[in-house]
Every structure is written in C-alpha cells, then in structure tokens.
C-alpha cells in the first residue's frame, strides 16, 4: 500500500459517511486522524449531534467489530472487561469459563465515561494502553485494530466523576463536536424528520488494510525542523506560567508528530508540513494542560491559551 492509496481509500470513506451523516467534517477527520495513529478519542458535545452515530457509521465501513457501554455510577469493572462463569458439563462436572465482556471489540464506545466511577474508569486503562485485559490473574490480549472513543457532556455536570489526568492522557485527542451550520440542520431535518431511509454503510476497508494504513502513517518522514517545532509547542505549555499552572509531557509531543503524519496521509501527502501540526496541536493538547487560577478570571479556556502559545 502507497500514501496514494491512503488518499483514495480516506476519500471513498468520507464520501460513504456523507451518506449517513450530514456536516461534521472536522469531527470526522479527526476521528480518522486517531484511528490511523492507533490511537484513542475523548469526544465532548452536547447531546443529539450524531457521536454515536458517527462511530457506528466508521466501524462499519472499516468491517470492525463495535461495541457500545453505556457508563453509569452503578456499572461495575466486570461489567466491561468480562468475569467468570460457571458452566455445567452433560456430565455434571462444573468449571469457570470466561466470559468477554464488551471491551472485546475493535470498536469500542463508551457512552458518557464521566459517569461511571473512578474504580470503573480505571478498568479501560490497562485495556487502552497495553492492548490487553488481565481478569482473574491470567491475561488476555485484545483483538486488533484496537479503538475506544469515549464521549463525554460538557452539561448536566452533577453526579459525574471527571477523568484523572493520567487517564485523560491516554486518549491521544480531545474533539469538541460543534452544533451543524444553519443549511446542514435544514438537511438533517429534511432527512430524518420525513420517510427515513437510511442507507446501510458497506465496507470501504479491510481489517488487514486499516492495520497496514497504520504502519505506512508511522513511516511518513517529518523533517527534523518540523519536530523541533512540534516540541518547541508542547515545550512552550511548561513554561507560560502565567496562564498554564501543569504543561503537557513528552506524550504530547509524540501524540503531535503522529498525529500530523496521519493527517498527512489523509491528504495523500508524504510528508508533513506545519499546517498539520498546527492543525492537530489543538486536540492533542487540550487536556492536557491544567490552566491556572489567573487564567480562569480572564475567562481563558484551553484553546484560547493554546492558540496564544501557536501565535
């Protein structure tokens, strides 16, 4: 496979994905640009603008495996990872067998994370990070392409339990999903206000194709000066005291350089320019940084902070 393929194939993939969902276009590049690093999304918007639908929609153009869980303060580790059974042979003898649970997929969502407890939330993190699940003392490794996309409510606040920082971390972007445009909402009610006939999504990409789409994106060169100025960016996070009170670490500046070779590749580039970079330093940082108490009485969130540092 050629970058030039990887053009071709993100193309007929936005194209099929138009078909079901209308507008989002950033939300669903940058969706791409994670999946094609092997890497992980935190989603945050309101509710009703089409996340879940987004990555059912993707999952299936990719022929992968999904599967939903749907956080509460009452779900349990097990419920995500998977537990024991016990299981009764014809001859009456018994044995545990194991059960998977949902975290063995390829696609993974999980539905308003805040929601679920700390002791929950920490049931994804070996899952996230180390591709595999450890229940009962024996450890199963997860199938791949590997994907969580978590979704989170930026409303409704009141009995939700933020992710830690080092949780936060593991994801490699933080996408806001913005309201559609005034013309797309006119499309989204013409759509599904009327007869819906919705178009069932047909596989654009092979299992195989998307884990070697993964491997040709790392292989995308970048120029030493566009590295330096990929961790000059991040560098820039530990030093603006004044307005950031915790920088980001080195995995901002790794999550940075992949990032932008992936959105290289979507535009059929082999190599990457410091548009890309710019273009994903955003979503790569966001939640990253810990802003401080001077920056909050100006008003400032994270990405106005960050648009300075880019300046």
């Known amino acids: 496979m050629r970058v030039e393929d990887g053009k071709r194939i ?47 929609t993707i999952a299936q153009l990719i022929d992968l495996k999904f599967s939903r869980i749907q956080n509460t303060p009452d779900l349990m580790p097990s419920d995500i990872t998977g537990t024991y059974i016990i299981e009764e042979s014809s001859a009456g003898k018994r044995s545990f067998k194991f059960q998977p649970g949902p975290v063995f997929a390829n696609v993974v969502l999980a539905d308003e994370i805040n929601r679920a407890t700390p002791k929950t939330q920490s049931a ?20 791949l392409p590997f994907f969580v ?9 009141e009995g939700t339990y933020p992710l830690p920082e080092a ?30 006939k919705r178009v069932v999504p047909k596989p654009v990409l092979s299992k195989k194709d998307m884990l070697e789409t993964q491997s040709l994106t790392r292989q995308i060169p970048i120029a030493a000066d566009m590295k330096r100025y990929a961790v000059s960016i991040v560098d820039s996070t530990r030093k ?44 790569v940082l966001r939640h990253r940084i810990i802003l401080t108490f001077e920056a909050e009485r100006q008003n400032l969130d994270e990405d106005e902070v960050i648009r300075r540092l880019l300046k």
């Open 124 to 143: 994804m993190l070996e899952a996230m990070q180390e591709r595999q699940v450890t229940v009962g003392g024996t450890t199963y490794p997860l199938d």
């Open 10 to 56: 993100f193309e007929s993939l936005f194209k099929e994905i138009q078909k079901d969902i209308i507008g989002q276009e950033e939300t669903i590049a940058q969706i791409m640009i994670a999946l094609l690093s092997d890497s992980h999304v935190l989603l945050e918007g309101y509710p009703g603008l089409a996340k879940t639908l987004i990555v059912k």
């Open 167 to 196: 949780q936060a971390d593991r994801f490699l972007l933080k996408i806001k999903v913005q309201y559609p445009k005034f013309e797309e909402e006119i499309d989204i009610v013409s759509k599904y206000g009327e007869e819906l």
């Open 240 to 283: 603006k005291k004044d307005l950031i009170e915790y920088g980001a670490s080195p995995r901002a500046s790794i999550g940075i350089v992949l990032a932008a070779k992936a959105r290289a590749m979507i535009a059929g580039r082999k190599y990457v320019v410091k548009e890309d970079i710019n273009a994903v330093a955003m979503p």
């Open 149 to 157: 996309l978590a979704t989170q409510n930026p409303i409704e606040q």
